[in-house]
């Protein structure tokens, strides 16, 4: 869909909190599911949040459920990953990504992505 940019990564302690930005470029953001993604080193790319386009439906990995928060503000052009309760595991370079279409738990199923942001939660 085009250009994604993702920042506010950081170094935190166990149980604060961070809150990434994802912006995007393009005419056609509103049409676009977007989902957040993390790697950790060594381990698969694995699946975090997924949005809808009009931002009406979100969908959490197990391991995020209850502590964080995907939403979207279209006006904007910007999607967010609200991060609580962060734990030493969540420890990984996030990434936005974008498709058309629905939701998606897929990595494969996303034609953009953004450079990764990392964040580091130490205990």
């Known amino acids: 869909q085009g250009q994604l940019v993702e920042s506010g990564g950081g170094l935190v302690q166990a149980g604060d909190s961070l809150r990434l930005p994802c912006v995007a470029s393009g005419r056609t953001f509103s049409f676009y599911a977007m989902g957040w993604f993390r790697q950790a080193p060594g381990r698969e790319r694995e699946f975090v949040a997924s949005i809808s386009s009009g931002g009406g439906s979100t969908v959490y990995a197990d391991s995020v459920e209850g502590r964080f928060t995907v939403s979207r503000d279209n006006a904007k052009n910007t999607m967010y990953l609200q991060m609580n309760s962060l734990k030493p595991e969540d420890t990984a370079v996030y990434y936005c990504?974008?498709?058309?279409?629905?939701?998606?738990?897929?990595?494969?199923?996303?034609?953009?992505w953004g450079q990764g942001t990392q964040v580091t939660v130490s205990s």
């Open positions: 990504a974008t498709r058309p279409g629905g939701i998606s738990r897929y990595d494969s199923s996303y034609a953009y």
